[in-house]
């Protein structure tokens, strides 16, 4: 790439997010591997290459055609990756919210966002996405420590084995306390955690033939694909279930 060519790229980069941060293109595919799998420890090539196929990410290209990655780019992998991780949402989903994040300007906060430091650490943002503890699931709900203990008790959030939570436990807390402002405690919303379980297990039968493939060096891109069809079936599944909610409510008018 020409030295007109590289700058004009820069001068996009710098309207993309994250901004202020770094767009250096100062990592292999291997170093941009090693920032990721501090936090994604099943991160690989052929998985960072599909997340540029679906146009997450753009990495700049040598005249030999190897591809670096700036800071910058290892950010909107790792959003990308919470995303689907924490929320299950599609990749077109995603490449939605980093389209809205690039047109807000450097002054919107990006909910869930890291940045990548010169070293390589990833720093904290105020709104932190990927396992919260009991205290963080908390403050960022605006509830007691107490409260979401309570809400776990009745099996309506699952921490895992290091007692944390996935980000989304902060949006199921914030409902489950709205509902209760209208008289429906906990005991009451177990039945929705069963329904929501019983959808999980069909929807794992489902793309089950497709994460089995685990051999061959298609392995990566299938649990890829598999992933994102349970991101998809489940955002089809929660219209139709909103579907039925109001066509039962017609029925009572």
């Known amino acids: 790439m020409n030295g007109s060519a590289a700058s004009a790229r820069e001068d996009g980069d710098e309207q993309r997010w994250p901004f202020g941060v770094s767009r250096t293109p100062s990592m292999n595919i291997s170093g941009a591997l090693s920032v990721l799998k501090r936090e994604f420890p099943a991160i690989s090539v052929s998985k960072v290459r599909f997340l540029e196929d679906q146009g997450l990410v753009s990495p700049h290209r040598t005249p030999s055609g190897y591809r670096r990655y700036s800071l910058a780019d290892v950010e909107r992998l790792r959003f990308s990756l919470a995303a689907q991780r924490d929320s299950f949402l599609p990749w077109k989903v995603i490449r939605e919210r980093l389209a809205e994040l690039d047109a807000g300007g450097a002054d919107l906060p990006a909910p869930g966002a ?3 430091s ?33 809400l776990a008790g009745a099996g309506l959030l699952i921490a895992d084995a290091s007692r944390k939570f996935p980000a ?34 069909l929807v794992e039968q489902i793309v089950a033939p497709v994460r089995s493939q685990r051999t061959g060096p298609s392995a990566s891109g299938s649990r890829a694909k598999a992933h994102s069809m349970a991101a998809e079936l489940a955002q089809t599944l929660t219209a139709l279930h909103t579907a039925l909610l109001k066509a039962g409510i017609d029925r009572l008018e």
């Open 114 to 116: 890291r940045v990548v």
């Open 118 to 150: 010169e070293d390589g650490e990833l720093l904290a943002a105020p709104s932190v996405s990927g396992r919260l503890t009991i205290e963080q699931v908390a403050e960022q709900a605006d509830c007691s420590t107490d409260r979401v203990a309570a």
């Open 168 to 201: 989304s436990t902060v949006q199921i807390v914030r409902l489950a306390d709205e509902l209760a402002q209208h008289g429906i405690d906990d005991r009451h919303l177990r039945t929705l955690r069963s329904a929501a379980d019983r959808q999980l297990d």
